[in-house]
T-cell receptor, first 116, second 109 residues
Framework: GAVVSQHPSWVICKSGTSVKIECRSLDFQATTMFWYRQFPKQSLMLMATSNEGSKATYEQGVEKDKFLINHASLTLSTLTVTSAHPEDSSFYIC????????????FGPGTRLTVT | SQQGEEDPQALSIQEGENATMNCSYKTSINNLQWYRQNSGRGLVHLILIRSNEREKHSGRLRVTLDTSKKSSSLLITASRAADTASYFCAPYNTDKLIFGTGTRLQVFP
């Protein structure tokens, strides 16, 4: 149990376009979802925390108008990178937390974004 | 920030040897978790140790936690080439996981 999926696995887009990444909890309800970004050979950096039905809370230095997060249901959160630029190329990983087991987060397999 | 900091940053060993990674953090925690990440892949949860525990085992993994020193260690015994990966500690308080800098482990056959 506790499976989190992401779609797509990888995406290549042109500079200036927007890209949407989906994160789904497949067998549990995720009251909270988290979005992380990871640059090559670096650690995961938390971008934002989203609770179902409310606005996301962004970490310091993360532009909320550039990284739009929607958590409209208990099993789906989306991250939209708007007007993507090459410096947004990164590995984006989501994780989900069940309200039932608050201490544990379950991670998706990640989405590799390349902006050309 | 309660980000963990790991050392060493990188470690190379031969198969069969033990690998030890250390993690230090700054604030109080509910638990501390260790994850593995193979290159370019997602995270694999290895083990969770609660703040009232001092040691925990899982297969070839042994984790210790010293809350007075705000530190934890991960020991992998009898390492295998398949253990080659990056390892992250993640201190956890009531709301979110913040990842440490990671240790890149390479195990040579």
């Amino acid at each position: 149990g506790a499976v989190v999926s992401q779609h797509p696995s990888w995406v290549i887009c042109k500079s200036g376009t927007s890209v949407k990444i989906e994160c789904r909890s497949l067998d549990f309800q995720a009251t909270t979802m988290f979005w992380y970004r990871q640059f090559p050979k670096q650690s995961l950096m938390l971008m934002a925390t989203s609770n179902e039905g409310s606005k996301a809370t962004y970490e310091q230095g993360v532009e909320k108008d550039k990284f739009l997060i929607n958590h409209a249901s208990l099993t789906l959160s989306t991250l939209t990178v708007t007007s993507a630029h090459p410096e947004d190329s990164s590995f984006y990983i989501c994780s989900a937390r069940s309200g039932r087991i608050p201490n544990e987060q379950y991670f998706g397999p990640g989405t590799r974004l390349t902006v050309t | 920030s309660q980000q963990g900091e790991e050392d060493p940053q990188a470690l190379s060993i031969q198969e069969g040897e033990n690998a030890t990674m250390n993690c230090s953090y700054k604030t109080s925690i509910n638990n501390l978790q260790w994850y593995r990440q193979n290159s370019g892949r997602g995270l694999v949860h290895l083990i969770l140790i609660r703040s009232n525990e001092r040691e925990k085992h899982s297969g070839r993994l042994r984790v210790t936690l010293d809350t007075s020193k705000k530190s934890s260690s991960l020991l992998i015994t009898a390492s295998r080439a398949a253990d080659t990966a990056s390892y992250f500690c993640a201190p956890y308080n009531t709301d979110k996981l913040i990842f440490g800098t990671g240790t890149r482990l390479q195990v040579f056959p």
